[in-house]
């Protein structure tokens, strides 16, 4: 293990952790299922469940990718946007940016949607809903010129989600591997209520037949009455918004590679830590949704909190049955399982940003680790950055403004795999994936875009362009680091990872094989988008 950086002086990532360690990190994700049940149920109807099932089967299919190229960079940490950005930097240098902020953004709201939700559970657990400490806000900024209602407040939920922000931030600070040993005990716990959620109703069959049918999307009538909708156009572009948004939960386990620099042994234990989570998601994010609605039914789904996620913890708690007491249990086991997820997005986010400053692309001043081994610098621009997005008051809305970005990652990620198997022919690959498992996730990169043209602006008129602005908000970014601070040039060892013959006088020569298939690729992206734009009805 090396144990100095060429950064300020600082010490490097510790190989400290196995793929088991890895595993309980993205053991977290499950948990994502309660920020956005209850938004897909409320707004596809009776299909949620068949919306949950193809989108998990997406996300473990698009995950053999990601550890390939995971496998190829055992040295660097971040995830699997870091090892994509070097595929698509031979051909642009505003590319690997774009997939590594766009990686970044999606995530990092976990935080403020994860503390947020967890403090609003404890807040109902202790007050009735009406009480004073539940209803009095500041609004300080409004931003209805973005969408409707949409404001930055100062509220109860808000205080209670920086206390827990600061909790895991403090846990995190110590190490990576003192903060996988509390990952893995806070996870056995917290997936309890997830997996008897999952269960039980099928266990004893209160799964009624009516509460699945007729098998339609959701639709409203003239009036904005709930109805039964029909598969028209209309139908299909409420069933791709469901997939849209369903894709940032059920994909999320490939944070399993973000650990890949902090691996013992990364040839073996990053397929291994993807693989298995990626089973652990299947098994939840099929089972939970199905016992969801199989309980509810629509007119449960519609209820009030139920589409914000504010009262989806009640509702399961009423799930598994047995009482006032048991159902407080149920709760706080459901809180721990927001605070899973938050762990796992602090770990994962902040080594996207500090590798993100190692490669070039984002401020030198991430690239400092503490004496633990912990990237602080990043941990803290997280955290700032999160207390100002759990000041939003529409999390619905943040949530689908991330995954914009996370569409836009996942289709150049996607295409990475084949770029790296056509530009580094040679390059060690300790796993490597079918060929035809690989062509599935370049396939599977054009449909999530497909889900992302038609489906985005469910959540909010506006949804597309504003996230599209934000994935473009690295350009200035990176420019001030690449132009300014290192004066075109990149570190050393991005030449290395990109495979260019750097001449003695600086010169530089990229060694590229794709020619321009990779940008008759990004056309295509653009005119998928565009196309399921244009025939989506809303």
């Avoid at 190989?15 to 596809?44: E, M, N, S």
């Avoid at 009624?208 to 299909?236: I, R």
């Amino acid at each position: 293990m090396e144990a100095q950086s060429t950064h300020s002086g600082s010490e490097n990532l510790r190989r400290d952790i196995d793929w088991k360690h890895a595993f309980w990190f993205a053991a977290g994700t499950p948990a994502l299922v309660l920020f956005t049940v209850g938004a897909i149920a409320a707004t596809v109807g009776n299909i949620s469940p068949m919306v949950w099932i193809i989108s998990t089967c997406i996300g473990f299919i698009q995950c053999f990718t990601y550890a390939e190229i995971a496998g190829m960079f055992p040295h660097k940490s971040g995830g699997a946007s870091v090892y994509g950005a070097i595929a698509w930097v031979r051909y642009g240098k505003l590319l690997g940016p774009i997939s590594v902020w766009s990686n970044w953004f999606s995530w990092t709201p976990v935080l403020a949607i994860g503390t947020g939700l967890a403090g609003g559970y404890i807040l109902n657990l202790l007050f009735e809903p009406d009480a004073a400490i539940n209803t009095w806000k500041i609004t300080l900024v409004n931003l209805d010129f973005i969408k409707e209602d949409l404001s930055l407040r100062i509220n109860s939920t808000f205080v209670m989600g920086l206390i827990l922000v600061l909790i895991v931030f403090a846990i995190q600070h110590r190490g990576i591997l003192r903060a996988a040993r509390m990952q893995m005990i806070v996870a056995i716990v917290a997936l309890v209520p997830l997996i008897l959620i999952g269960l039980v109703p099928l266990l004893t069959g209160d799964l009624p037949k009516d509460h699945f049918t007729p098998f339609v999307p959701l639709s409203y009538d003239a009036e904005g009455n709930p109805v039964n909708g029909s598969w028209n156009m209309a139908g299909w572009t409420v069933l791709m918004g469901g997939l849209f948004i369903a894709g940032w939960s059920t994909y999320a386990f490939e944070t399993a590679v973000c650990y890949t620099r902090e691996f013992r042994n990364p040839d073996r234990d990053t397929v291994r830590a993807i693989a298995y989570a990626g089973i652990l998601c299947l098994f939840v994010f099929s089972l939970v949704p199905i016992a969801f609605q199989g309980f509810l039914g629509l007119e449960g789904m519609l209820e009030p909190g139920i589409a914000t996620g504010e009262g989806v913890g009640a509702a399961m708690a009423q799930m598994v049955g047995g009482g006032a007491i048991i159902g407080n249990a149920i709760i706080v086991m459901l809180i721990l399982a927001l605070l899973l997820v938050v762990m796992s997005a602090m770990a994962g986010s902040s080594r996207t940003l500090y590798q993100g400053s190692v490669d070039g692309w984002l401020p030198r001043y991430l690239s400092h680790v503490n004496h633990n081994g912990a990237p602080t610098r990043a941990m803290w621009t997280d955290l700032g950055f999160n207390m100002l997005l759990l000041m939003m008051s529409d999390y619905v809305f943040l949530l689908a403004l991330a995954n914009v970005n996370y569409m836009v990652f996942i289709f150049l990620n996607l295409q990475s795999g084949w770029m790296h198997r056509m530009d580094s022919p040679n390059a060690k690959r300790p796993y490597r994936a079918p060929t035809w498992l690989l062509a599935m996730g370049a396939i599977l990169g054009f449909v999530n875009l497909a889900f992302l043209g038609m489906g985005a602006n469910i959540w909010g008129a506006g949804t597309l362009t504003v996230g599209l602005l934000v994935a473009a908000a690295i350009i200035p970014v990176f420019c001030y680091r690449h132009y300014i601070q290192d004066k075109g040039e990149f570190p050393e060892q991005m030449y290395k990872d990109m495979m260019l013959a750097h001449g003695e006088e600086g010169s530089t020569r990229v060694q590229t094989r794709a020619g321009i298939l990779p940008y008759l690729t990004l056309a295509a992206a653009v005119a998928v988008v565009l196309f399921f734009n244009w025939i989506a009805v809303y």
